[in-house]
């Protein structure tokens, strides 16, 4: 009798755990299905985020991009969102995917100091 409980036991273990792997599977592809739908989604839109900031929590500074050539800076916070300014296209500064990688590492920046003392 022991040995029958024991052996109940290790299969409802076995079951309950090849139910939780189940679900993470489902979850996990449904999740990146949902994702990519929603990605299709925005790339149809006369929207575009060119820029954002956070300035604190739940709050955002951001430059965005509606129809050909029409930029607004906004306030986003919580539950709202705020127009700060229109701009114009040569108020932006562009910067280049290059440039993001050319930031300096902590060794050079430590090395530089190091040489003015």
């Not at 300014?85 to 430590?110: A, Q, T, V, W």
Request: hydrophobic residues 45%; charged residues 25%.
């Amino acid at each position: 009798m022991y040995l029958t409980s024991l052996g109940e036991s290790i299969f409802r273990l076995v079951v309950v755990f090849a139910i939780f792997i189940g679900v993470l599977v489902i979850t996990v592809f449904a999740t990146k299905w949902i994702a990519g739908y929603q990605k299709n989604l925005a790339k149809n839109t006369n929207f575009d985020v060119v820029d954002a900031l956070s300035i604190g929590t739940n709050q955002r500074l951001m430059i965005v991009k509606i129809g050909k050539d029409r930029y607004f800076a906004i306030g986003v916070g919580k539950e709202e969102v705020t127009l700060i300014s229109e701009l114009s296209e040569e108020e932006l500064i562009k910067r280049e995917p290059s440039d993001i990688g050319n930031r300096k590492n902590f060794s050079e920046i430590f090395d530089k100091l190091n040489s003015q003392k």
